[in-house]
């Protein structure tokens, strides 16, 4: 099966010098449930910006749905965001609107833009429906109608999680999605990318800091170390964080 994700011989500096990614290399195949691990500034952060397109790589190549994301005009990156979903660690909703119309900016992309400014008004029955089913997965199906801004954290993450359900994405890329809330929402969170992963066959890659998290829900782990990537394997092979939290 050929690779959704291909990152070849990837390196990453900033402006300033700032050697960020090292000659990082590895491919992820449809379906797969990956977590990134690493300390703070060992280069999450910019590799899943590589992964978006929202960044360009120094030297080497990241292909994304079989695409070179270095060659695509605004236009094509557009496109092929269209199936792909981010998952912010700050949400990203839009708080004055409500959680429904929320959820429906999953659409966005994949609808014309007379839809977008008709949904602003109002929502079909079928939207709705659509809406209401998502949410109810993710269990808020009571909340439609609340203001994003009336939420909790954990709430407002699970909002962010139905508005990618609704997009339908083949890739789920998640940067630090549980970092804002309680271990007992993070673990809520991570069972929903879970199911989506297992019952849809999207395919997960996600941020994490930490390591118990990563262990319990991913397949396999991507650990990256001052920018160079040392571990690429099954959970239950990793050895341990002590080779990578002081780094
Ligand atoms: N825009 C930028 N300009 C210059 N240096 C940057 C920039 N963004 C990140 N860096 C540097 O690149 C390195 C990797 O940062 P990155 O944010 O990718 O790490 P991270 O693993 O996501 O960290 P954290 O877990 O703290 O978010 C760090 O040394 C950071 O200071």
């Known amino acids: 099966m050929k690779p959704i994700i291909q990152v070849e011989n990837v390196s990453k500096v900033y402006g300033n010098g700032t050697k960020a990614l090292k000659e990082v290399s590895f491919s992820i195949k449809a379906g797969e449930r990956v977590g990134i691990l690493g300390a703070s500034g060992s280069g999450k952060t910019t590799l899943f910006r590589l992964l978006n397109g929202s960044l360009l790589p120094t030297s080497g190549r990241v292909s994304v749905l079989g695409q070179d994301l270095a060659e695509l005009s605004h236009r094509q990156l557009r496109q092929l965001r269209t199936r792909i979903s981010l998952v912010y660690q700050n949400y990203n909703l839009i708080p004055g609107l409500s959680v429904a119309h929320n959820v429906y900016m999953g659409r966005l992309g994949s609808i014309s833009p007379w839809q977008v400014m008709r949904s602003l008004g109002w ?7 659509e809406i209401q089913a998502v949410l109810a997965s993710v269990g808020l199906a009571n909340k439609l109608e ?11 993450q699970r909002v962010a999680i139905a508005r990618t359900i609704l997009a339908r994405p083949e890739i789920i890329l998640a940067d630090e999605p549980i970092a804002s809330v309680d271990v007992h929402t993070a673990h809520l969170l991570l069972n929903i990318f879970k199911e989506l992963n297992e019952k849809q066959g999207i395919t997960l890659v996600c941020n994490l800091h930490q390591v118990d998290f990563a262990l319990t829900y991913c397949q396999r782990l991507l650990v990256l170390q001052k920018g160079q990537l040392i571990y690429d ?3 239950e092979a990793f050895p341990g964080p002590g ?4 780094a």
Do not use: C, N
């Open 243 to 246: 080779r990578w939290a002081d």
């Open 123 to 129: 929502l079909t029955v079928r939207e709705r429906e």
């Open 233 to 235: 394997g099954p959970p």
């Open 146 to 156: 609340v203001k994003a801004s009336e939420l909790s954290g954990g709430q407002q």
